[in-house]
């Protein structure tokens, strides 16, 4: 018996886009995440946007899914809700027929809404498909307002830092490895925002994301290192070493 032909990433998106772009309650398709910063590669997964007329979203997100399905079955499904895109509908798909990286990523918004993931400066520049409104015009950023919000959150990352940072030093202390090992990564999560902060603004609040494309070289070969510890004593000297890194960096964000 033959094996069936692995559904590649191009017939997904020549599907979807054959299939959609007649229909008259939906104005655009594009791709963001890795395919707008052009770092698609064969682990990449699909980040598909779709706009549609005011009203008429949650038709052309039922489409998509149909769509999908008719191209092949479903492993999984999973819905999600985002409190900054509440008019979004966000729904990932895992396709039996696709390579199990390919998930199709899909957000789902009315023409209306007023925050389309487009800005360059943090998005990337979208790989648009069809566009029949003018919806994937990029907006401007409004920088002065994004970077009150990153000091803003600066703020609020040092008195994180300055109250929860000692908990990986509290459990080690009470020989409780699992708790300091566990309460270590979100101490180095403190330390990669601000070192977001400092090499990257318009992503600061894109955790792992793209670290390695982003930071430079010499500061994310320093990073890699701190992720992995070989024992308790291990441990408490790099817990000491994010400690002074995130200090260093912190004061050097303006």
Not at 106 to 129: C, F, N, R, Y
Not at 231 to 243: F, G, I, N, Q, T
Request: glycine share 4%; hydrophobic share 45%; with cysteine.
């Amino acid at each position: 018996m033959k094996a069936k032909k692995e559904l590649g990433r191009e017939a997904i998106l020549k599907t979807l886009r054959q299939a959609l772009e007649p229909q008259k309650n939906i104005l655009a398709m594009w791709e963001g995440g890795a395919a707008a910063f052009g770092r698609t590669d064969r682990w990449s997964d699909i980040d598909l946007m779709v706009a549609a007329k005011d009203g008429q979203a949650a038709q052309a997100a039922a489409e998509v899914e149909a769509i999908l399905k008719k191209l092949s079955p479903l492993t999984a499904r999973l819905s999600a809700s985002h409190p900054n895109w509440p008019d979004m509908i966000h729904t990932f798909y895992k396709l039996a027929l696709a390579d199990e990286f390919l998930l199709v990523d899909v957000g789902v918004m009315p023409q209306s809404s007023k925050d389309k993931l487009l800005e360059t400066e943090i998005h990337g520049k979208a790989l648009v498909h069809f566009d029949k409104a003018g919806v994937c015009v990029p907006p401007r950023l409004d920088r002065k307002k994004f970077l009150a919000g990153m000091k803003e959150r600066k703020a609020r990352l040092i008195n994180m830092f300055e109250l929860f940072s000692n908990y990986v030093a509290k459990e080690l202390n009470r020989k409780n490895y699992i708790e300091a090992q566990y309460n270590y990564f979100m101490t180095l999560n403190m330390l990669v925002e601000a070192l977001r902060m400092k090499h990257g603004p318009f992503h600061y609040d894109f955790r792992g994301r793209y670290l390695h494309y982003e930071l430079p070289p010499r500061a994310a070969a320093k990073l890699q290192t701190l992720f992995y510890t070989k024992d308790p004593a291990d441990l408490r000297r790099k817990d000491s070493r994010v400690r002074r890194w995130f200090n260093e960096t912190i004061k050097a964000v303006k």
